[in-house]
């Protein structure tokens, strides 16, 4: 069989978050939620200069068990244990109450791998870029700076992992008066 294209894991990858987030929006009710996937892996690639492939596709996979009826075994049976691995470090449990999940992530984030951390700060960019632009539906200003309060948490516990994207993450803390 002829060599596929370089890019056939990644698009499979697309291709299985497209269909797995398919009926759902982001919570301005517009956006399709495909988007914040494609926006978290495009980060990692443009911004971040991450060129491996297993943190690309762990990227556009990263919400599909938090969010959708995906399981880790499926993840695994199409794309591997090491992608399977990085989407579980990066998934809250939604069964969880929320404030005790607000902190476990916190905790996580300290404890991640590298390759989790990197999907986890373009993840926090593209929320909080996401939030700058336009709160989500019904959110109030506490509500919205609660948020950027517990992200910079978050986002302290994974420092050194990546420059570029710890920066950018930075002016948007600066902007906040976080930082
Ligand atoms: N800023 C923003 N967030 C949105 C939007 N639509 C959905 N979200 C998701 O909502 C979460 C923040 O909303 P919360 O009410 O605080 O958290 P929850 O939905 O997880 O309970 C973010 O998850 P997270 O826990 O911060 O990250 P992750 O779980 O996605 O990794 C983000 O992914 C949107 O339009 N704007
Ligand atoms: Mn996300």
Known sequence: MEALHPTAKLMQGLQFAASKHRTQRRKDNETPYINHPINVATILAV???ITDESVLIAALLHDTVEDT?????????HFGVEICEIVREVTDDKSLEKQERKRLQIEHAAMSSFKAKLVKLADKLDNLRDLRRKPPIGWSLERQEQYYV?????VDNMRGTNPV????????FKEKKLL
Not at 69 to 77: A, G, S
Not at 165 to 172: A, F, K, P, S, T
């Open 69 to 77: 009826d995906t399981t880790f075994e499926e993840i695994k049976q």
């Open 150 to 154: 517990w992200a910079k948490k978050v």
């Open 47 to 49: 911004e971040g200069g």
């Open 165 to 172: 994207l710890e920066r950018e993450l930075d002016v948007i």
